[in-house]
């Protein structure tokens, strides 16, 4: 009786098992189908058609499973804590190495600008990149009035001028208007935009950066720190007039990184509640009283040299936030 039930087992398996396979072939065919039909995996494979044969992809399939498995386009990532990837922060690139496929992985875009702010903060603690526009671009900018539609079309002229040259302008742009319209905002789209090819920016609030250089005056930092952001590829000065002015800030900072980067043909942002008459008002009279108004002319000379002005109206975008 026991030898019959054996026998008659044996068949079950043998479908049983027969079945299990088709049914992980048929997996197994679908995966490869779905590894294979990816477009970075095609595009890998047209690179490289002299070399990659089918027996190599097929002993290269879960490198490829790796590959096609994780997210490549990192630019819709809140933050590297955020990654989904292996390893955080870092995309996968395929590559043959001794004859096999394998990944590499390198680091994305996300993690590139958050090690360049990290890099900068680290020498400027002033370092300004307001939290509403980590992620912002030139297409989130409101273009609810005329004003904003016009520096949205010359902050778009400036980005593809650098894309079509690969130069930065010499000429940036001094956005002037009241407190929350949105000019802080327009300069973090467009930093953004210049990070995303590899242009750093250095954006430092004024009143705190120039009170962080008093400081530095103590620990024998402040040439380093005035040297830094003299020499950024591009500077972003934002809310400059707010600060409490005294003739060395005046001459001495404020003017001094101007007139480099007006040698050097390197360029400024700005954002400001003063016009440029309003502004020169302010640089030329001190927190102490002091008035010099050829001083004041001389810095502004500097600022519209550097700048185009461009007027910022609207409500006050931050009374609607809070």
């Excluded at 940036?172 to 090819?197: C, P, R, T, W």
Aim: contains cysteine.
């Amino acid at each position: 009786m026991k030898e019959r039930w054996i026998h008659r087992m044996e068949p079950i398996n043998n479908r049983l098992t027969k079945i299990m396979d088709s049914q992980f072939q048929a997996r197994f065919d679908e995966m490869q189908k779905e590894i294979l039909e990816d477009k970075g995996v095609q595009k890998f494979l047209a690179e490289n058609d002299q070399v990659a044969n089918r027996q190599m992809v097929e002993r290269g399939l879960g490198k490829l499973y790796e590959y096609v498995n994780q997210q490549h386009d990192c630019s819709q990532c809140e933050s590297v804590a955020t990654c989904k990837n292996a390893i955080n922060g870092f995309v996968p690139k395929l590559t043959i190495i001794r004859g096999k496929i394998d990944v590499e992985y390198t680091p994305c875009q996300t993690k590139r600008m958050e090690d360049a702010r990290r890099k900068a903060a680290s020498m400027i603690s002033s370092m300004h990149m307001p939290k509403d526009v980590l992620k912002a671009k030139i297409s989130d900018l409101d273009t609810s009035n005329e004003s904003k539609k016009a520096i949205r079309t010359f902050a778009e002229m400036f980005i593809q001028k650098v894309k079509n040259t690969g130069n930065l302008p010499r000429t940036g742009y001094y956005i002037y208007g009241n407190f929350g319209v949105g000019k802080s905002f327009v300069l973090g789209a467009i930093a953004n935009e210049l990070a995303s090819m590899e242009i750093k920016t250095v954006m430092v609030y004024v009143p705190d950066f120039l009170s962080e250089l008093k400081s530095s005056i103590q620990d024998q930092s402040l040439q380093e720190k005035v040297e830094f952001v003299k020499n950024a590829p591009v500077l972003m000065l934002d809310d400059l007039g707010a600060e409490n002015l005294s003739p060395w800030t005046r001459d001495e900072i404020i003017g001094t990184i101007l007139q480099f980067r007006m040698n050097e043909g390197l360029p400024v942002f700005i954002t400001s509640n003063y016009n440029y008459e309003q502004l020169e008002e302010h640089f030329a009279t001190t927190q102490k009283g002091e008035v010099d108004v050829m001083k004041a002319a001389r810095i502004m000379e500097r600022v519209r040299a550097l700048t185009t002005d461009f007027e910022m109206v609207g409500e006050n975008r931050r009374l609607y936030h809070n």
